[in-house]
């Protein structure tokens, strides 16, 4: 029997090997293990990559989330106890990051189709001065421009490295972005990683002091700010992989294509095939079982020999440290977080191997 596995970190990074040992090693010679050229070159090169301006490296996605955050509540423009939007079927870090710098969550439910944030039913009210869309599973959540004109909008751009609608770049959409580079994402590093993009020179500015212990310079701190740079090391590293994104996201959309034209199963939702202006990138490929089937149904891949994973099974307002949310009700976030399944669909998963794992769950 074949083995599809989801993900093995090692096959992703084993093409890269030599490239990587030969950046690592070189950073070891430097001497240079915080700061430097290959930091600052990959913040150019994302900055470039997002069509904007600045880019601040840091530590690892949610401090790109939460020390923006931080930065507008730092250059007063938002306050403790404001609110801001974020989709109850993230990753439980977009909602960390609000709730840890001191403003308050609103929770939005999300379009069964995108499965991103649900622009038509935003929970909008005379406290919301922010909203955090998330470009889930790598598809774009386009921000209405009323949105953009009345609120900060940052984007958690973690999962959608390269994803641009209309040929704009996530990241340029709103106000800021956020990336992570943690190793399973589209472009991931050999350890934590982050960065924050935007055109806000005055922001870029105070979230690199507030990664610095809150310093512009040595011993002078303005702000009580944290530790949260990005290494040098996993700087190189990331820069071997970057300039092959768009080889990356090229076999996710074709390995999507190939499942959207292969599954054929009344019981499985494929999801929803964007227009070519709207670049997807695939972070995940994500099903939804039908008739409260999907136990079985990754028992049934499983014996088949396909892993699958659930990206996510718990909707955010329904985990157990957001208790003060347990009378809010998100009927979409958590319908799909009991329907959703993912299959492979990352580097090591061909167009071949995604319509041999559609032939299978047809069969379910
Ligand atoms: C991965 C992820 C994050 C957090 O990134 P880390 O680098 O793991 O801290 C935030 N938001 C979303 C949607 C993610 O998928």
């Given amino acids: 029997m074949t083995r599809y596995p989801f993900l093995d970190l090692a096959d992703v990074n084993r093409p890269y090997m030599a490239?990587?040992?030969?950046?690592?090693?070189?950073?070891?010679?430097?001497?240079?293990?915080?700061?430097?050229?290959?930091?600052?070159?990959?913040?150019?090169?994302?900055?470039r990559l997002s069509g904007v301006g600045h880019a601040v490296a840091v530590g690892n996605g949610l401090d790109a989330l939460r020390l923006s955050l931080r930065a507008y509540m730092e250059l007063g423009r938002l306050?403790?106890?404001?609110?801001?939007?974020?989709?109850?079927?993230?990753?439980?870090?977009?909602?960390?990051?609000?709730?840890?710098?001191?403003?308050?969550?609103?929770?939005?439910?999300?379009?069964?189709?995108?499965?991103?944030?649900?622009?038509?039913?935003?929970?909008?009210?005379?406290?919301?001065?922010?909203?955090?869309?998330?470009?889930?599973?790598?598809?774009?959540?386009?921000?209405?421009?009323?949105?953009?004109?009345?609120?900060?909008?940052?984007?958690?751009?973690?999962?959608?490295?390269?994803?641009?609608?209309?040929?704009?770049?996530?990241?340029?959409?709103?106000?800021?972005?956020?990336?992570?580079f943690y190793p399973t994402k589209n472009v991931g590093a050999l350890g934590d990683a982050g960065i924050v993009v935007t055109d806000d020179a005055e922001l870029a500015?105070?979230?690199?002091?507030?990664?610095?212990?809150g310093s512009r310079r040595t011993y002078h701190n303005v702000y009580r700010g944290v530790n949260s740079r990005l290494d040098p090391i996993q700087a190189a590293l990331l820069r071997v992989k970057l300039p092959h994104l768009?080889?990356?996201?090229?076999?996710?959309?074709?390995?999507?294509?190939?499942?959207?034209?292969?599954?054929?199963?009344?019981?499985?939702?494929?999801?929803h095939m964007p227009d070519s202006a709207d670049e997807h990138v695939w972070h995940q490929y994500v099903v939804r079982i039908l008739d409260g089937q999907r136990d079985q149904f990754?028992?049934?891949?499983?014996?088949?020999?396909?892993?699958?994973?659930?990206?996510?099974?718990?909707?955010?307002?329904?985990?157990?440290?957001?208790?003060?949310?347990?009378?809010?009700?998100?009927?979409v976030a958590e319908r799909l977080a009991s329907e959703v399944v993912s299959l492979p669909i990352g580097r090591c998963t061909t167009p071949d191997d995604a319509r041999a794992i559609a032939a299978i769950a047809n069969k379910f």
């Fill in 19 to 47: 490239e990587l040992q030969a950046a690592a090693a070189e950073v070891i010679a430097s001497g240079r293990y915080i700061g430097g050229e290959h930091v600052a070159a990959l913040e150019s090169d994302m900055a």
């Fill in 79 to 180: 306050k403790g106890g404001d609110e801001v939007i974020v989709p109850a079927n993230s990753f439980i870090a977009s909602a960390l990051a609000v709730s840890e710098s001191g403003l308050k969550i609103r929770f939005a439910d999300v379009d069964a189709s995108t499965m991103n944030i649900d622009w038509d039913r935003l929970p909008l009210s005379d406290a919301t001065r922010a909203v955090m869309p998330v470009h889930l599973y790598g598809r774009v959540a386009p921000v209405p421009e009323d949105v953009v004109r009345q609120c900060i909008v940052l984007e958690d751009c973690a999962q959608a490295i390269g994803a641009r609608i209309g040929g704009r770049p996530v990241g340029s959409l709103g106000h800021a972005g956020a990336f992570s």
């Fill in 205 to 213: 500015d105070c979230v690199r002091a507030l990664a610095n212990y």
């Fill in 246 to 271: 768009e080889a990356e996201n090229t076999l996710r959309r074709a390995n999507a294509a190939a499942y959207g034209e292969t599954l054929d199963n009344p019981l499985i939702v494929a999801p």
């Fill in 298 to 331: 990754r028992d049934y891949m499983a014996r088949n020999g396909v892993e699958t994973a659930i990206h996510y099974p718990t909707p955010i307002h329904r985990q157990p440290c957001y208790g003060e949310f347990a009378d809010v009700s998100l009927p």
